[in-house]
């Protein structure tokens, strides 16, 4: 394995909604393009980043990665053994048509081919990645808006070390099937920055969910579970806030995410991976 040195980047900034009634559509950063693997990568503007030293790393080497748990994409090197990465959080693993064991994440953390980390080890690489595309606020310069939020928001991930594995269930998500969300349904999601939280659905829109629980930047790619029966529904994509439309007043901050049927159903009829 080679050690890397991964720096603090985030995904998933926060998006301000102009009635109380209606959720705010995703804003996530621009996916970069998708140079070869050590070659230096575009960043990836609004989303924060430092420069980490190329001093040895003390974590030791990882052994696994589950549902839940950090991951880093890298998104260009900054000479000296320094990189740039984006922290999000790896949501499902399933099983590829060709039966490649996969994992799922937010397509606006990482563009095909951009190594993925674990534990500053780089352990894998992006396969396929679909976002929306965005665009510059001329009046905010740094800050990037979709032009349709509603395009897809999903990636896939392989494991490249043979000494790691892809773990299917984590000790607080074990999902069993996938499910279709509903309207009140109870739910959990876990993000590797904000940890294990519950709420309950509020709305679905075609391939999305929205629920109630409150959630930061870094979860991007985590899993939702309905508790119920233990179904995987979808994938973190973006934090919501709702806000009152003549006082600016914060009202209501939601989670959205991106169905794990559609992602399941554009990976080419992958299966999500129980065991």
């Known amino acids: 394995m080679v050690t890397i040195a991964v720096s603090g980047a985030v995904m998933m900034p926060a998006t301000a909604a102009a009635a109380p009634s209606t959720p705010a559509a995703p804003s996530p950063s621009p996916k970069p393009a998708a140079p070869k693997p050590g070659t230096p990568k575009p960043g990836a ?3 924060p980043s430092s420069q980490a030293p190329a001093a040895p790393t003390k974590n030791p080497a990882p052994t696994s990665v589950a549902p839940g748990e950090r991951i880093d ?22 099983t590829a048509p060709n039966g490649e064991r996969l994992g ?10 951009q190594p993925v980390g674990v534990k500053k080890w780089i352990v894998g690489e992006v396969v396929q990645s679909a976002s929306p595309k965005v665009e510059e606020d001329p009046k ?7 032009t349709d939020p509603f395009q897809p928001d999903w990636a896939t991930f392989r ?15 074990a999902p069993r ?10 739910v ?28 930061v930047q870094g979860d991007s790619g985590g899993p939702l579970i309905r508790t119920t029966d233990n179904a995987a529904l979808g994938i973190i994509t973006d934090a919501v806030t709702l806000t009152d439309r003549e006082s600016g007043a914060v009202t209501q901050r939601l989670t959205q995410y991106y169905s794990l049927n559609a992602v399941l159903r554009s990976a080419g009829g992958a299966q999500l991976a129980t065991r």
Not at 179 to 184: E, H, M, S, W
Not at 188 to 203: F, P, W
């Open 45 to 47: 503007p609004g989303a």
């Open 73 to 94: 994409i890298l998104q260009r090197s900054l000479g000296g053994g320094r990189f740039e990465s984006l922290q999000c959080t790896m949501g499902f693993a399933v």
């Open 104 to 113: 799922v994440t937010a397509g606006h953390c990482g563009a095909p081919q």
């Open 140 to 146: 905010r310069p740094g800050h990037f808006s979709p």
């Open 159 to 173: 494991l490249t070390d043979p000494q790691v594995k892809l773990l299917a269930s984590s000790p607080r998500i």
């Open 177 to 186: 099937t996938v499910g279709t969300a509903r309207p009140g349904d109870p």
């Open 188 to 215: 959990c999601q876990l993000g590797s920055v904000n940890g294990y939280a519950c709420g309950k659905v509020t709305k679905v829109m075609n391939d999305w969910v929205v629920t109630d629980i409150q959630t």
